[in-house]
C-alpha cells in the first residue's frame, strides 16, 4: 500500500512514539495529581508539551488550551466566544466561507437556535476569499470570523494577512482552523493577527486524539466553555490530560518547527514531479484551486471523463481520496469544490493525492505508474456494454 493521504491523517512519526513510551508506563502520573513526585512529573512533561505548541504558533504557552483535537477546538472557538458574548455583546453575526471544514461551518450553523445570524460566504473559482466579499459582509456588525488558513481537500492557502486586516477594522475576532496548515506553513499568530486557532496533532505526525487552541490573552478573548467539570485548562476545557498523548503532540510539534521549511521543498519536488507525469499521460487533467496559493504537499485533481470511484476501485494498492476524511462515507460531492463551482459531475471525478514527510521519489513513481493503470482500467471497464 502506498500511503497518499496524509491530509487526512499522518503516521505516528517514530521519534514522537518513542517520547510517548515512558509515559505510557513508568511515568503514568495524572499531571493534576501536585501531591507527589509521579503527578508532577506528568505536570511537567504537559507544560513541557503546552511550550512546544506554542512555539510552533508563535504564541505564548499561557495562551494554548489542550483539547481532544482541532474539531472540539473549532466548536469551542465559536460556540464559547458566542455564548459568552451573548450577556453582554448586541452583535449576532457570525461568518464563515462556504469551504470551511464541515465541523466549522456546523458550529455556525447551531448558533442560529441560539439567536445568533451565521453568514457563509461565497469563494472564488481559485478556493480563495474575495476581501471585497469579506468587507460587505462586515458592514453589518459582526462578532466573530471563522477562516481556515489552508482547506483540508485543496490545499488552498487563503491570504489571510490580508483578510485579518479587515475584520481588525470591523472590530470582529478572527478565528482560523490551522489543523492544515501547522507544520505544512509558516505560522505566526502575532503576525496574522488571529484571536483563536485551532490544531490537531495527528495532522502533524503526533498522536490521534489531542488537539489545541489557542486563545489570544492581549487583549484578552473570553469564551464560554463546552462542558462542566474540575476547571482544568483555566477552566476552558475540564477532564483529565492525557499526558502521553500531549507529550507526543510536543515532540510532534518541536519537529514541525525545526524541520518544517526543509520538508515542504523536498514535498514540493515531489509534488511536482507527480504533477508533470500525471499532466503528460492524461491530457485534460486539471488541478482544481489555485497551484501557486497551495501548500506542497498537496493535489487536488479533476480526472478527464472517469469517475474517481470506480478509478479508487481499480487501485487497491493506493490510499487516497475524493475529499476530507470526515465526509468520506458520504456519497454526495464534496461541497468545497462544488462551492468553488465545479457542476457534481466535476466534483465526481476529483481526487485528491496529498503526499508527506515518508514519501520518497521512488514510492510516487510508482504510485504514477498504479494511478495511470487504474485509469486504463476503468476506462475500459466503462467502455463496455451494459449486460441486459
Not at 502520573?29 to 501531591?35: K, L, R, T, V, W
Not at 512546544?52 to 474539531?71: C, D, P, Q, W
Not at 462586515?138 to 491570504?159: C, F, K, R, W, Y
Request: hydrophobic share 50%; net charge neutral.
Amino acid at each position: 500500500m502506498i500511503y497518499l493521504d496524509y491530509q487526512a491523517t499522518t503516521p505516528c512519526d517514530p521519534r514522537v512514539v518513542a517520547a510517548m513510551l515512558p509515559f505510557f508506563s513508568e511515568q503514568f502520573g495524572n499531571p493534576h495529581s501536585a501531591e507527589h513526585v509521579l503527578g508532577l512529573a506528568a505536570a511537567d512533561a504537559v507544560e513541557a508539551a503546552r511550550a512546544e505548541v506554542a512555539a510552533l504558533l508563535g504564541a505564548e504557552a499561557r495562551e494554548i488550551v489542550f483539547t481532544s483535537g482541532a474539531t472540539e477546538s473549532n466548536n469551542l472557538a465559536i460556540k464559547g466566544a458566542a455564548r459568552f458574548a451573548a450577556a453582554g455583546d448586541a452583535r449576532r453575526r457570525v461568518v464563515t466561507l462556504a469551504t470551511e471544514h464541515r465541523c466549522v461551518l456546523e458550529s455556525v450553523a447551531d448558533l442560529r437556535a441560539e439567536g445568533f445570524e451565521p453568514v457563509v460566504l461565497p469563494v472564488r473559482p481559485d478556493g480563495l476569499l474575495d476581501p471585497g466579499v469579506l468587507e460587505e459582509a462586515l458592514a453589518e456588525p459582526t462578532l466573530l470570523v471563522s477562516i481556515m488558513a489552508v482547506n483540508n481537500e485543496t490545499g488552498v492557502v487563503q491570504d489571510l494577512p490580508a483578510l485579518a486586516p479587515i475584520v481588525r477594522r470591523a472590530g470582529a475576532l478572527l478565528h482560523s482552523d490551522l489543523a492544515q496548515a501547522a507544520g505544512r506553513i509558516p505560522l505566526d499568530v502575532r503576525s496574522l493577527d488571529l484571536d483563536l486557532a485551532s490544531l490537531s496533532a495527528h495532522k502533524i505526525y503526533g498522536p490521534k486524539g489531542v488537539g489545541a487552541l489557542f486563545v489570544r490573552r492581549r487583549p484578552r478573548v473570553r469564551l464560554a466553555p463546552l462542558f462542566s467539570g474540575g476547571g482544568q485548562e483555566r477552566g476552558l476545557r475540564p477532564g483529565t490530560l492525557p499526558a502521553p498523548l500531549l507529550v507526543g503532540f510536543g515532540e510532534a510539534a518541536r519537529l514541525a518547527r525545526l524541520e518544517g521549511a526543509e520538508e515542504a521543498a523536498r514535498l514540493l519536488a515531489l509534488r511536482n514531479r507527480l504533477l508533470g507525469r500525471l499532466s503528460e499521460a492524461l491530457p485534460g487533467l486539471a488541478v482544481n484551486g489555485s497551484l501557486t496559493r497551495r501548500v506542497a504537499a498537496n493535489l487536488n485533481l479533476r480526472l478527464p471523463a472517469l469517475p474517481t470511484m470506480l478509478v479508487m476501485a481499480c487501485a487497491p494498492e493506493l490510499a487516497f481520496s475524493t475529499g476530507s476524511a470526515c465526509s468520506s462515507a458520504d456519497v454526495a460531492p464534496s461541497h468545497v469544490l462544488t462551492a468553488m463551482g465545479l457542476s457534481r459531475e466535476d466534483a465526481s471525478r476529483s481526487l485528491r493525492l496529498a503526499i508527506g514527510r515518508f514519501t520518497s521519489a521512488a514510492e510516487l513513481d510508482r504510485a504514477a505508474e498504479l494511478l495511470l493503470r487504474a485509469c486504463r482500467a476503468a476506462e475500459a471497464q466503462a467502455a463496455r456494454p451494459v449486460p441486459v
